[in-house]
C-alpha cells in the first residue's frame, strides 16, 4: 500500500523547472489535473495545429490527434508543422512526430478510429475538440460527449471570421473563477452588526459576493473556526458579514482572507444552442454581429453538406447568393434574439473568405480554445458560455483591389491568404522590412505568423531579429520554437533558423542579432538601420527596453506594434506616426514596495519576509565577497570608502570578517558560521528588538504598542530535526562555503556531527540600541548618529586588514542571484530564512513555489495568452502594410483570458499643441534643419517662425540660455552646433551620427512660455 501511495505521488509530481511560469498561472492542483486527462483534436489545419500545440506545452496527461485528410499546398498558409514534401500525406501522420517533440511528458498518438462515424472510440477521452467539422457532424459528436461526461469544444475560422463553442455539462464546477489572488488584511474592528472595518483605512479590496474567512479575533472565539462568511461591500474600507449573533464581542486584532468559493454552470447542448443561444461579447462595438455571423456559419457548413464538401468560391457572387439563401432559412430557426433581417452585407463578406486561412486568426482561435481546453480539465477560470464569434474585417485591404481573379489559388502556399486578401497585397506583405526586438515567448509566435503569412520572403523584404538572452530550460515551455537540445543557444538564432524550416523562402530573409538595443548599441542600430524599416516590433519584457524602442520609433517616425501578457491577461498597442500617442506616452503604475521599517522589524505578511529573506541572501552571500573582490583589487578602495558617509564601518568590517576572522578553510565551519547565523537572525535580534519594546509596551497615546499591524515575535531555539531549521543551515553553509571556493555537502549526518560539538554563546540585549519603530519616524541609526565616524575606530578596522598584496590572486565568488537554477541553494536559502522569519512572527509561512515567485518577480505566462496576443498583433501588421491612415482603422487590445473578457479601442490621439497661430503634434513633430548650422543662424530661424529660444540644451549639456553674459554668447554664436555641442559637453560627435537632437525652452510672440517640439540638425558628417 505504501509502495502505491508513493508511486501516486511521483505521478502527480510536476516538473517545476519546465512548467515554473506556467505553475504561477494555473496552480498545482490545476496542473495535477490537467496531468491526468486525455484529449482529442479532431482537425489539424492551422486552428487544430495550433490547439494541439497548446495544449501540449501545458502539459496534460496524452494528446490525440485525428485528421485523415491529405495535405495540400494550401494548408501552408497557416499549418507550421506541415511542410511541402507532406503534400499528399494525411495532416495527422505527417503533424504528430513534430508535436510529440514539443514535451516530452505528453506523449501524441494519431486517433486510429473514425472519430466522427465510431463514436464509441471518443469514450477514452476527457475532452473532445472539433475544427474543421460540419455542423450535423458536431451535433453527433455533442450528444454522445453529453451522454458520457465528456467535455466538448468545437471552433472554426474562415477568412478574417472565427467561432468557438464549449459545452462542459451540467454542474461544471468551476473552482476559481478569476484567478486573481486572494486579498487578505488586518482588522480594526468588527461591530454588534456585522460591520468589518479594515485596518488604518486600507482598501479591503473585496466585492459583493466573495467570501472570507477570519483568524486572531479576540473576543470573538466563535468567528475563528474557518467557516467562509459571504461580504456585502459597504464601502472601500468596510464590509458587512451579516448577524453575527453568538460569536462573542470584538475586543482587538485579527486578519480576514479571502476564499475561493466553486461555482456551478450548467451548459446547454449545441441542439439547444443553436437555436437559443448565448454569446461571449468578444467585441462590444460590433454588440450586433454574433448573431449574424452564428447564422452565416450555420450557412456555410449547410452550402458545404450540399455542395460536396466544398466551400463557397472566393469573391464568387453565386455561391455568395446562395449562401445569403441559407441564411434566411436558417434565420428563421433562432427561437430566441432573432435579427430583424440578415445583413447580406456581412454574410456576403463571410461568403467571400471563407476558404481563405489565416495563420493570425489561427493563433487567437488556437489560444482561445486551447485555454477553454485547459479550463475544462481543470476547472480553473470561467468557460465561454457558449458561443464566441470574432472578425477582424478592418484587417481588409484596401489599398488594393480584391477580385474573384485576384483571389484564386496560383499554385503557392500562400493560397489560402490570396483566397481573402487576393495576390497583390500578398506581394505588400512579402516585401515588408520588419524588426523584432526579442525572441521570447512572443518572439518565438510573432515569427511563427510571419513566416506563415509570408513575410519578407519577397525580394525587398527582410527581417531582422535581436535578443541577447540564451534558452533556458523554463523556456520550453511557452517558446516553442526551442527544444532541449537548444538550451543554453543563442535565442534569435534557433528561433530564426526555426521559422526558417517552417518556411524555407525565409532562408536569406531573415538576420537574427545577439544585440541589446539601447543607447550603447547605436553604433549597429543606427540611422541607416532605422530608417530602411517599414515598422518595428515587440518583443520584450521589461519596461526600459520599450520605452527606448517606442523613443526610436517617434524618432524614426516608424509605426512600432507593442504587446504584453501577464498570466491570462494581455495587451496590444499600436504605435502610428503623427496619429496616435506612444507607448511613452502614459506609464504603468510602480511596483509596489515595502517600507523598510516594516521589513526590517515589523512584518505582518510573507511578502514582507520573503523580501527580508532576499535581502539577508544580498547581505550574506553577495555584497560581501564584491566588497573583498574590490578592496583586493582596486589601490584606492579604502580611500573612496572612507568618503563615503553612514555605512563605512559596515563595509569595513565586512571585509575584515570575510577575509580573516570568518574565513573557512572546512566546510565543517560554514556550518558553525550557517549555525552562528541562525542563531543571530532568529533568536538573538529577536531578544533585542523585545528589549526595545517589550510585549507590554505602549505608545505615547496609551495603546499597545505590539497591536494593529506590529505582530509581537518569539525567538527561535535551533532544532536541527525541524525542517525549516535545517534547509537554513544546508543552504547557509553551501552558499557560504560557494563563496570561498568550497565544496559543500548536504549529508546531515555531518551537520550532526559538527552541530552536536558546537558551543553557542548566550546573548544578552544590550541598552542603548535604537530601533524606528513606525514607517513615518526618521531611522535613528542613519547617518552621523550611527556612530560610523568615528575616524579612530575606522582607522583601527583598516590596520586590521590584511594587505592585498598578501592575497595576491585571491578572491571570493559572489553567489549572483539566479532563480531558476534548482540545485543552486539560492531560492533554498530565501525560502528557509523567509519561513523562520514568518515563524517569528507567528505568520503563515510560503512553499519554495510562491517564495521564488515573488522573490525572483518573476512574470507569470502561459502559452495560450501568448499565442492569442500576438495573433492580435499580426491582425494589426495587415492594416500597416495596407497603409490606412486613421486612427478608427485600428485595434489596441485588452485581452483576460481567465474571465474571459475582451475588450478593443481605437488608439489615443497623439497630444496636440499650439505657439503663435501654428498646431503641432507634440509627440511626432519637429523641426529639422537639413545642414549644421551656426548658433546664430539657429536662433534667426526662429524669430522668423516667431519663436524667443531662451534655452537651448543638448543632453545635459546646456548650449545656450538668455542670460549667459554676453561675452560667452559671443564666443558660442559663431560655432556650428556640432562644434558647440563638443566645446560644451568635452565629448566628440560620434562620428557616424547624421543627427543632433536638441530641447528647446521659447516664447512666443507675446512673450509667454510655450510647449514646442524638439530640434534635430543633420551633423557636419551629413
Not at 495527422?92 to 508535436?99: F, S
Not at 483605512?201 to 467570501?211: I, K, N, P, S
Not at 455568395?320 to 445583413?343: M, N, R, S, W, Y
Not at 527581417?463 to 538572452?469: A, L, N, R
Amino acid at each position: 500500500m505504501a509502495d502505491k501511495m508513493q508511486t501516486e505521488k511521483e505521478d502527480q509530481k510536476i516538473d517545476e523547472s519546465l512548467y515554473s511560469r506556467q505553475l504561477y498561472v494555473l496552480g498545482h492542483e490545476a496542473m495535477r489535473r490537467m496531468a491526468n486527462s486525455n484529449v482529442l483534436v479532431v482537425g489539424l489545419k492551422g486552428l487544430g495545429v495550433e490547439i494541439a500545440k497548446n495544449i501540449a506545452l501545458a502539459g496534460v496527461k496524452a494528446m490525440a490527434v485525428y485528421d485523415p485528410t491529405p495535405v495540400e499546398l494550401s494548408d501552408l498558409s497557416a499549418q507550421f508543422f506541415l511542410r511541402k514534401e507532406d503534400v499528399g500525406k494525411s495532416r495527422a501522420d505527417a503533424t504528430q512526430p513534430r508535436l510529440a517533440e514539443l514535451n516530452t511528458y505528453v506523449p501524441v498518438s494519431v486517433h486510429t478510429e473514425n472519430a466522427i462515424s465510431d463514436l464509441q472510440s471518443l469514450a477514452r477521452y476527457q475532452v473532445v475538440v472539433l475544427t474543421e467539422t460540419s455542423i450535423d457532424d458536431q451535433l453527433k459528436i455533442n450528444k454522445f460527449c453529453r451522454e458520457n461526461n465528456i467535455y466538448f469544444i468545437s471552433a472554426d475560422i474562415r477568412g478574417l471570421f472565427g467561432n468557438i463553442f464549449c459545452d462542459f455539462g451540467e454542474g461544471f464546477s468551476v473552482i476559481d473563477a478569476t484567478g486573481e489572488t486572494p486579498v487578505s488584511g488586518i482588522i480594526s474592528d468588527i461591530d454588534e452588526e456585522g460591520l468589518v472595518t479594515a485596518l488604518d483605512e486600507t482598501r479591503h479590496g473585496l466585492e459583493d459576493g466573495d467570501y472570507v474567512t477570519f483568524s486572531e479575533v479576540e473576543g470573538m472565539d466563535g468567528i475563528n473556526d474557518g467557516t467562509p462568511r459571504k461580504v456585502e461591500v459597504k464601502g472601500p474600507y468596510t464590509f458587512s458579514i451579516g448577524s453575527v449573533e453568538g460569536l462573542g464581542k470584538y475586543a482587538k486584532g485579527g486578519l480576514f482572507q479571502q476564499v475561493k468559493m466553486p461555482k456551478t454552470l450548467n451548459f446547454k447542448s449545441l441542439s439547444e444552442q443553436l437555436v437559443k443561444p448565448e454569446f461571449l461579447i468578444s467585441d462590444f462595438a460590433k454588440w450586433d454581429r454574433p448573431i449574424q455571423l452564428h447564422i452565416g456559419f450555420q450557412a456555410l457548413s449547410k452550402f458545404a453538406s450540399t455542395n460536396g464538401g466544398k466551400l463557397p468560391r472566393p469573391m464568387n457572387d453565386q455561391d455568395a447568393k446562395q449562401v445569403l439563401e441559407l441564411a434566411a432559412e436558417i434565420a428563421k430557426t433562432i427561437e430566441e434574439g432573432a435579427p430583424e433581417e440578415i445583413d447580406e452585407k456581412l454574410l456576403t463578406e463571410l461568403s467571400y473568405q471563407a476558404r481563405g486561412y489565416l495563420s493570425p486568426m489561427a493563433a487567437f482561435f488556437g489560444g482561445l480554445a486551447a485555454q477553454e481546453t485547459l479550463k475544462a480539465l481543470s476547472g480553473k477560470f470561467s468557460p465561454v458560455t457558449q458561443f464566441m464569434y470574432f472578425d477582424s474585417l478592418e484587417s481588409l485591404p484596401t489599398s488594393t483591389t480584391r477580385t474573384e481573379e485576384s483571389c484564386q489559388p496560383i499554385g503557392s502556399r500562400y493560397d489560402a491568404q490570396i483566397a481573402v486578401f487576393g495576390k497583390e497585397f500578398q506581394e505588400k506583405i512579402q516585401n515588408t522590412k520588419e524588426f523584432l526586438v526579442g525572441a521570447g515567448a512572443i518572439g518565438c509566435e510573432m515569427l511563427k505568423n510571419w513566416a506563415m503569412i509570408g513575410l519578407a520572403t519577397g525580394p525587398n523584404g527582410s527581417i531582422h531579429v535581436t535578443d541577447m538572452d540564451s534558452i533556458e530550460r523554463s523556456n520550453l515551455n511557452r517558446q516553442f520554437l526551442f527544444r532541449a537540445p537548444d538550451v543554453g543557444k543563442l535565442k534569435s538564432e534557433c528561433a530564426a533558423a526555426a521559422v526558417a524550416v517552417m518556411n524555407p523562402e525565409l532562408n536569406g530573409k531573415i538576420t537574427s542579432m545577439r544585440d541589446r538595443v539601447g543607447e550603447d548599441t547605436e553604433d549597429t542600430f543606427n540611422e541607416d538601420f532605422w530608417e530602411g524599416l517599414d515598422g518595428v516590433t515587440n518583443a520584450l519584457d521589461n519596461v526600459e527596453a520599450r520605452v527606448y524602442v517606442d523613443r526610436r520609433c517617434v524618432f524614426f517616425r516608424k509605426p512600432l506594434l507593442e504587446s504584453g501578457t501577464l498570466g491570462t491577461k494581455g495587451n496590444t498597442q499600436v504605435v502610428l506616426p503623427n496619429l496616435s500617442e506612444s507607448y511613452s506616452s502614459s506609464q504603468d503604475p510602480p511596483e509596489k514596495s515595502f517600507p523598510m521599517c516594516t521589513v526590517k522589524s515589523f512584518p505582518n505578511r510573507i511578502e514582507h519576509t520573503i523580501a527580508w529573506g532576499r535581502e539577508v541572501f544580498d547581505s550574506a552571500f553577495v555584497n560581501p565577497p564584491q566588497s573583498v573582490n574590490l578592496y583586493l583589487s582596486q589601490p584606492n578602495f579604502i580611500e573612496s570608502t572612507l568618503k563615503q558617509s553612514g555605512n563605512q564601518k559596515e563595509i569595513l568590517e565586512t571585509i575584515r570578517d570575510y577575509l580573516a576572522n570568518d574565513k573557512p578553510l572546512t566546510f565543517e565551519e560554514c556550518i558553525e558560521w550557517g549555525r552562528l547565523k541562525f542563531e543571530k537572525l532568529y533568536n538573538n535580534d529577536i531578544q533585542q528588538l523585545l528589549h526595545v519594546f517589550p510585549k507590554d509596551s505602549v505608545t505615547n497615546t496609551g495603546t499597545p504598542f505590539w497591536s494593529g499591524p506590529k505582530r509581537a515575535p518569539d525567538p527561535l531555539a535551533f532544532d536541527l530535526d525541524n525542517q525549516e531549521h535545517q534547509d537554513f543551515i544546508v543552504a547557509a553553509a553551501n552558499l557560504h562555503a560557494f563563496n570561498y571556493g568550497l565544496k559543500g555537502s548536504v549529508d546531515l549526518s555531518l551537520y550532526r556531527k559538527v552541530l552536536d560539538s558546537m558551543l553557542i554563546p548566550d546573548f544578552k540585549p544590550q541598552s542603548g540600541i535604537k530601533i524606528q519603530a513606525n514607517d513615518n519616524d526618521p531611522d535613528p541609526n542613519a547617518g552621523a548618529g550611527s556612530g560610523f565616524t568615528d575616524q579612530d575606530e575606522l582607522s583601527k578596522i583598516v590596520e586590521s586588514l590584511p594587505a592585498p598584496a598578501t592575497l595576491a590572486g585571491y578572491r571570493l565568488t559572489p553567489a549572483e542571484f539566479e532563480k531558476d537554477d534548482d540545485t543552486n541553494f539560492h531560492i533554498a536559502f530565501i525560502t528557509a530564512a523567509s519561513n523562520l522569519r514568518a515563524l517569528n512572527y507567528g505568520i503563515q509561512v510560503a512553499d519554495r513555489h510562491k517564495t521564488k515567485l515573488i522573490a525572483g518577480k518573476i512574470i507569470p505566462a502561459i502559452a495560450t495568452t501568448t499565442a492569442l496576443v500576438t495573433g492580435l498583433v499580426v491582425l494589426e501588421l495587415y492594416k500597416l502594410i495596407d497603409g490606412k491612415n486613421k486612427l478608427d482603422d485600428y485595434r489596441n487590445g485588452f485581452i483576460n483570458l481567465a474571465l474571459p473578457f475582451f475588450g478593443f479601442s481605437e488608439p489615443i490621439a497623439s497630444p496636440k499643441g499650439k505657439y503663435n497661430d501654428t498646431e503641432v503634434d507634440k509627440l511626432w513633430d519637429r523641426f529639422d534643419f537639413d545642414h549644421n548650422l551656426t548658433l546664430k543662424e539657429l536662433l534667426a530661424e526662429f524669430e522668423n517662425k516667431g519663436l524667443d529660444i531662451t534655452m537651448l540644451s543638448y543632453g545635459n549639456a546646456l548650449l545656450y540660455a538668455s542670460f549667459f553674459p554676453a561675452g560667452k554668447l559671443k564666443e558660442r554664436y559663431s560655432l556650428k552646433m556640432s562644434e558647440l555641442v563638443e566645446l560644451v559637453s568635452k565629448k566628440a560627435v560620434p562620428a557616424g551620427r547624421r543627427n543632433m537632437i536638441f530641447e528647446i525652452c521659447a516664447d512666443d510672440k507675446s512673450g509667454e512660455d510655450v510647449e514646442v517640439p524638439f530640434i534635430c540638425v543633420k551633423t557636419k558628417d551629413a
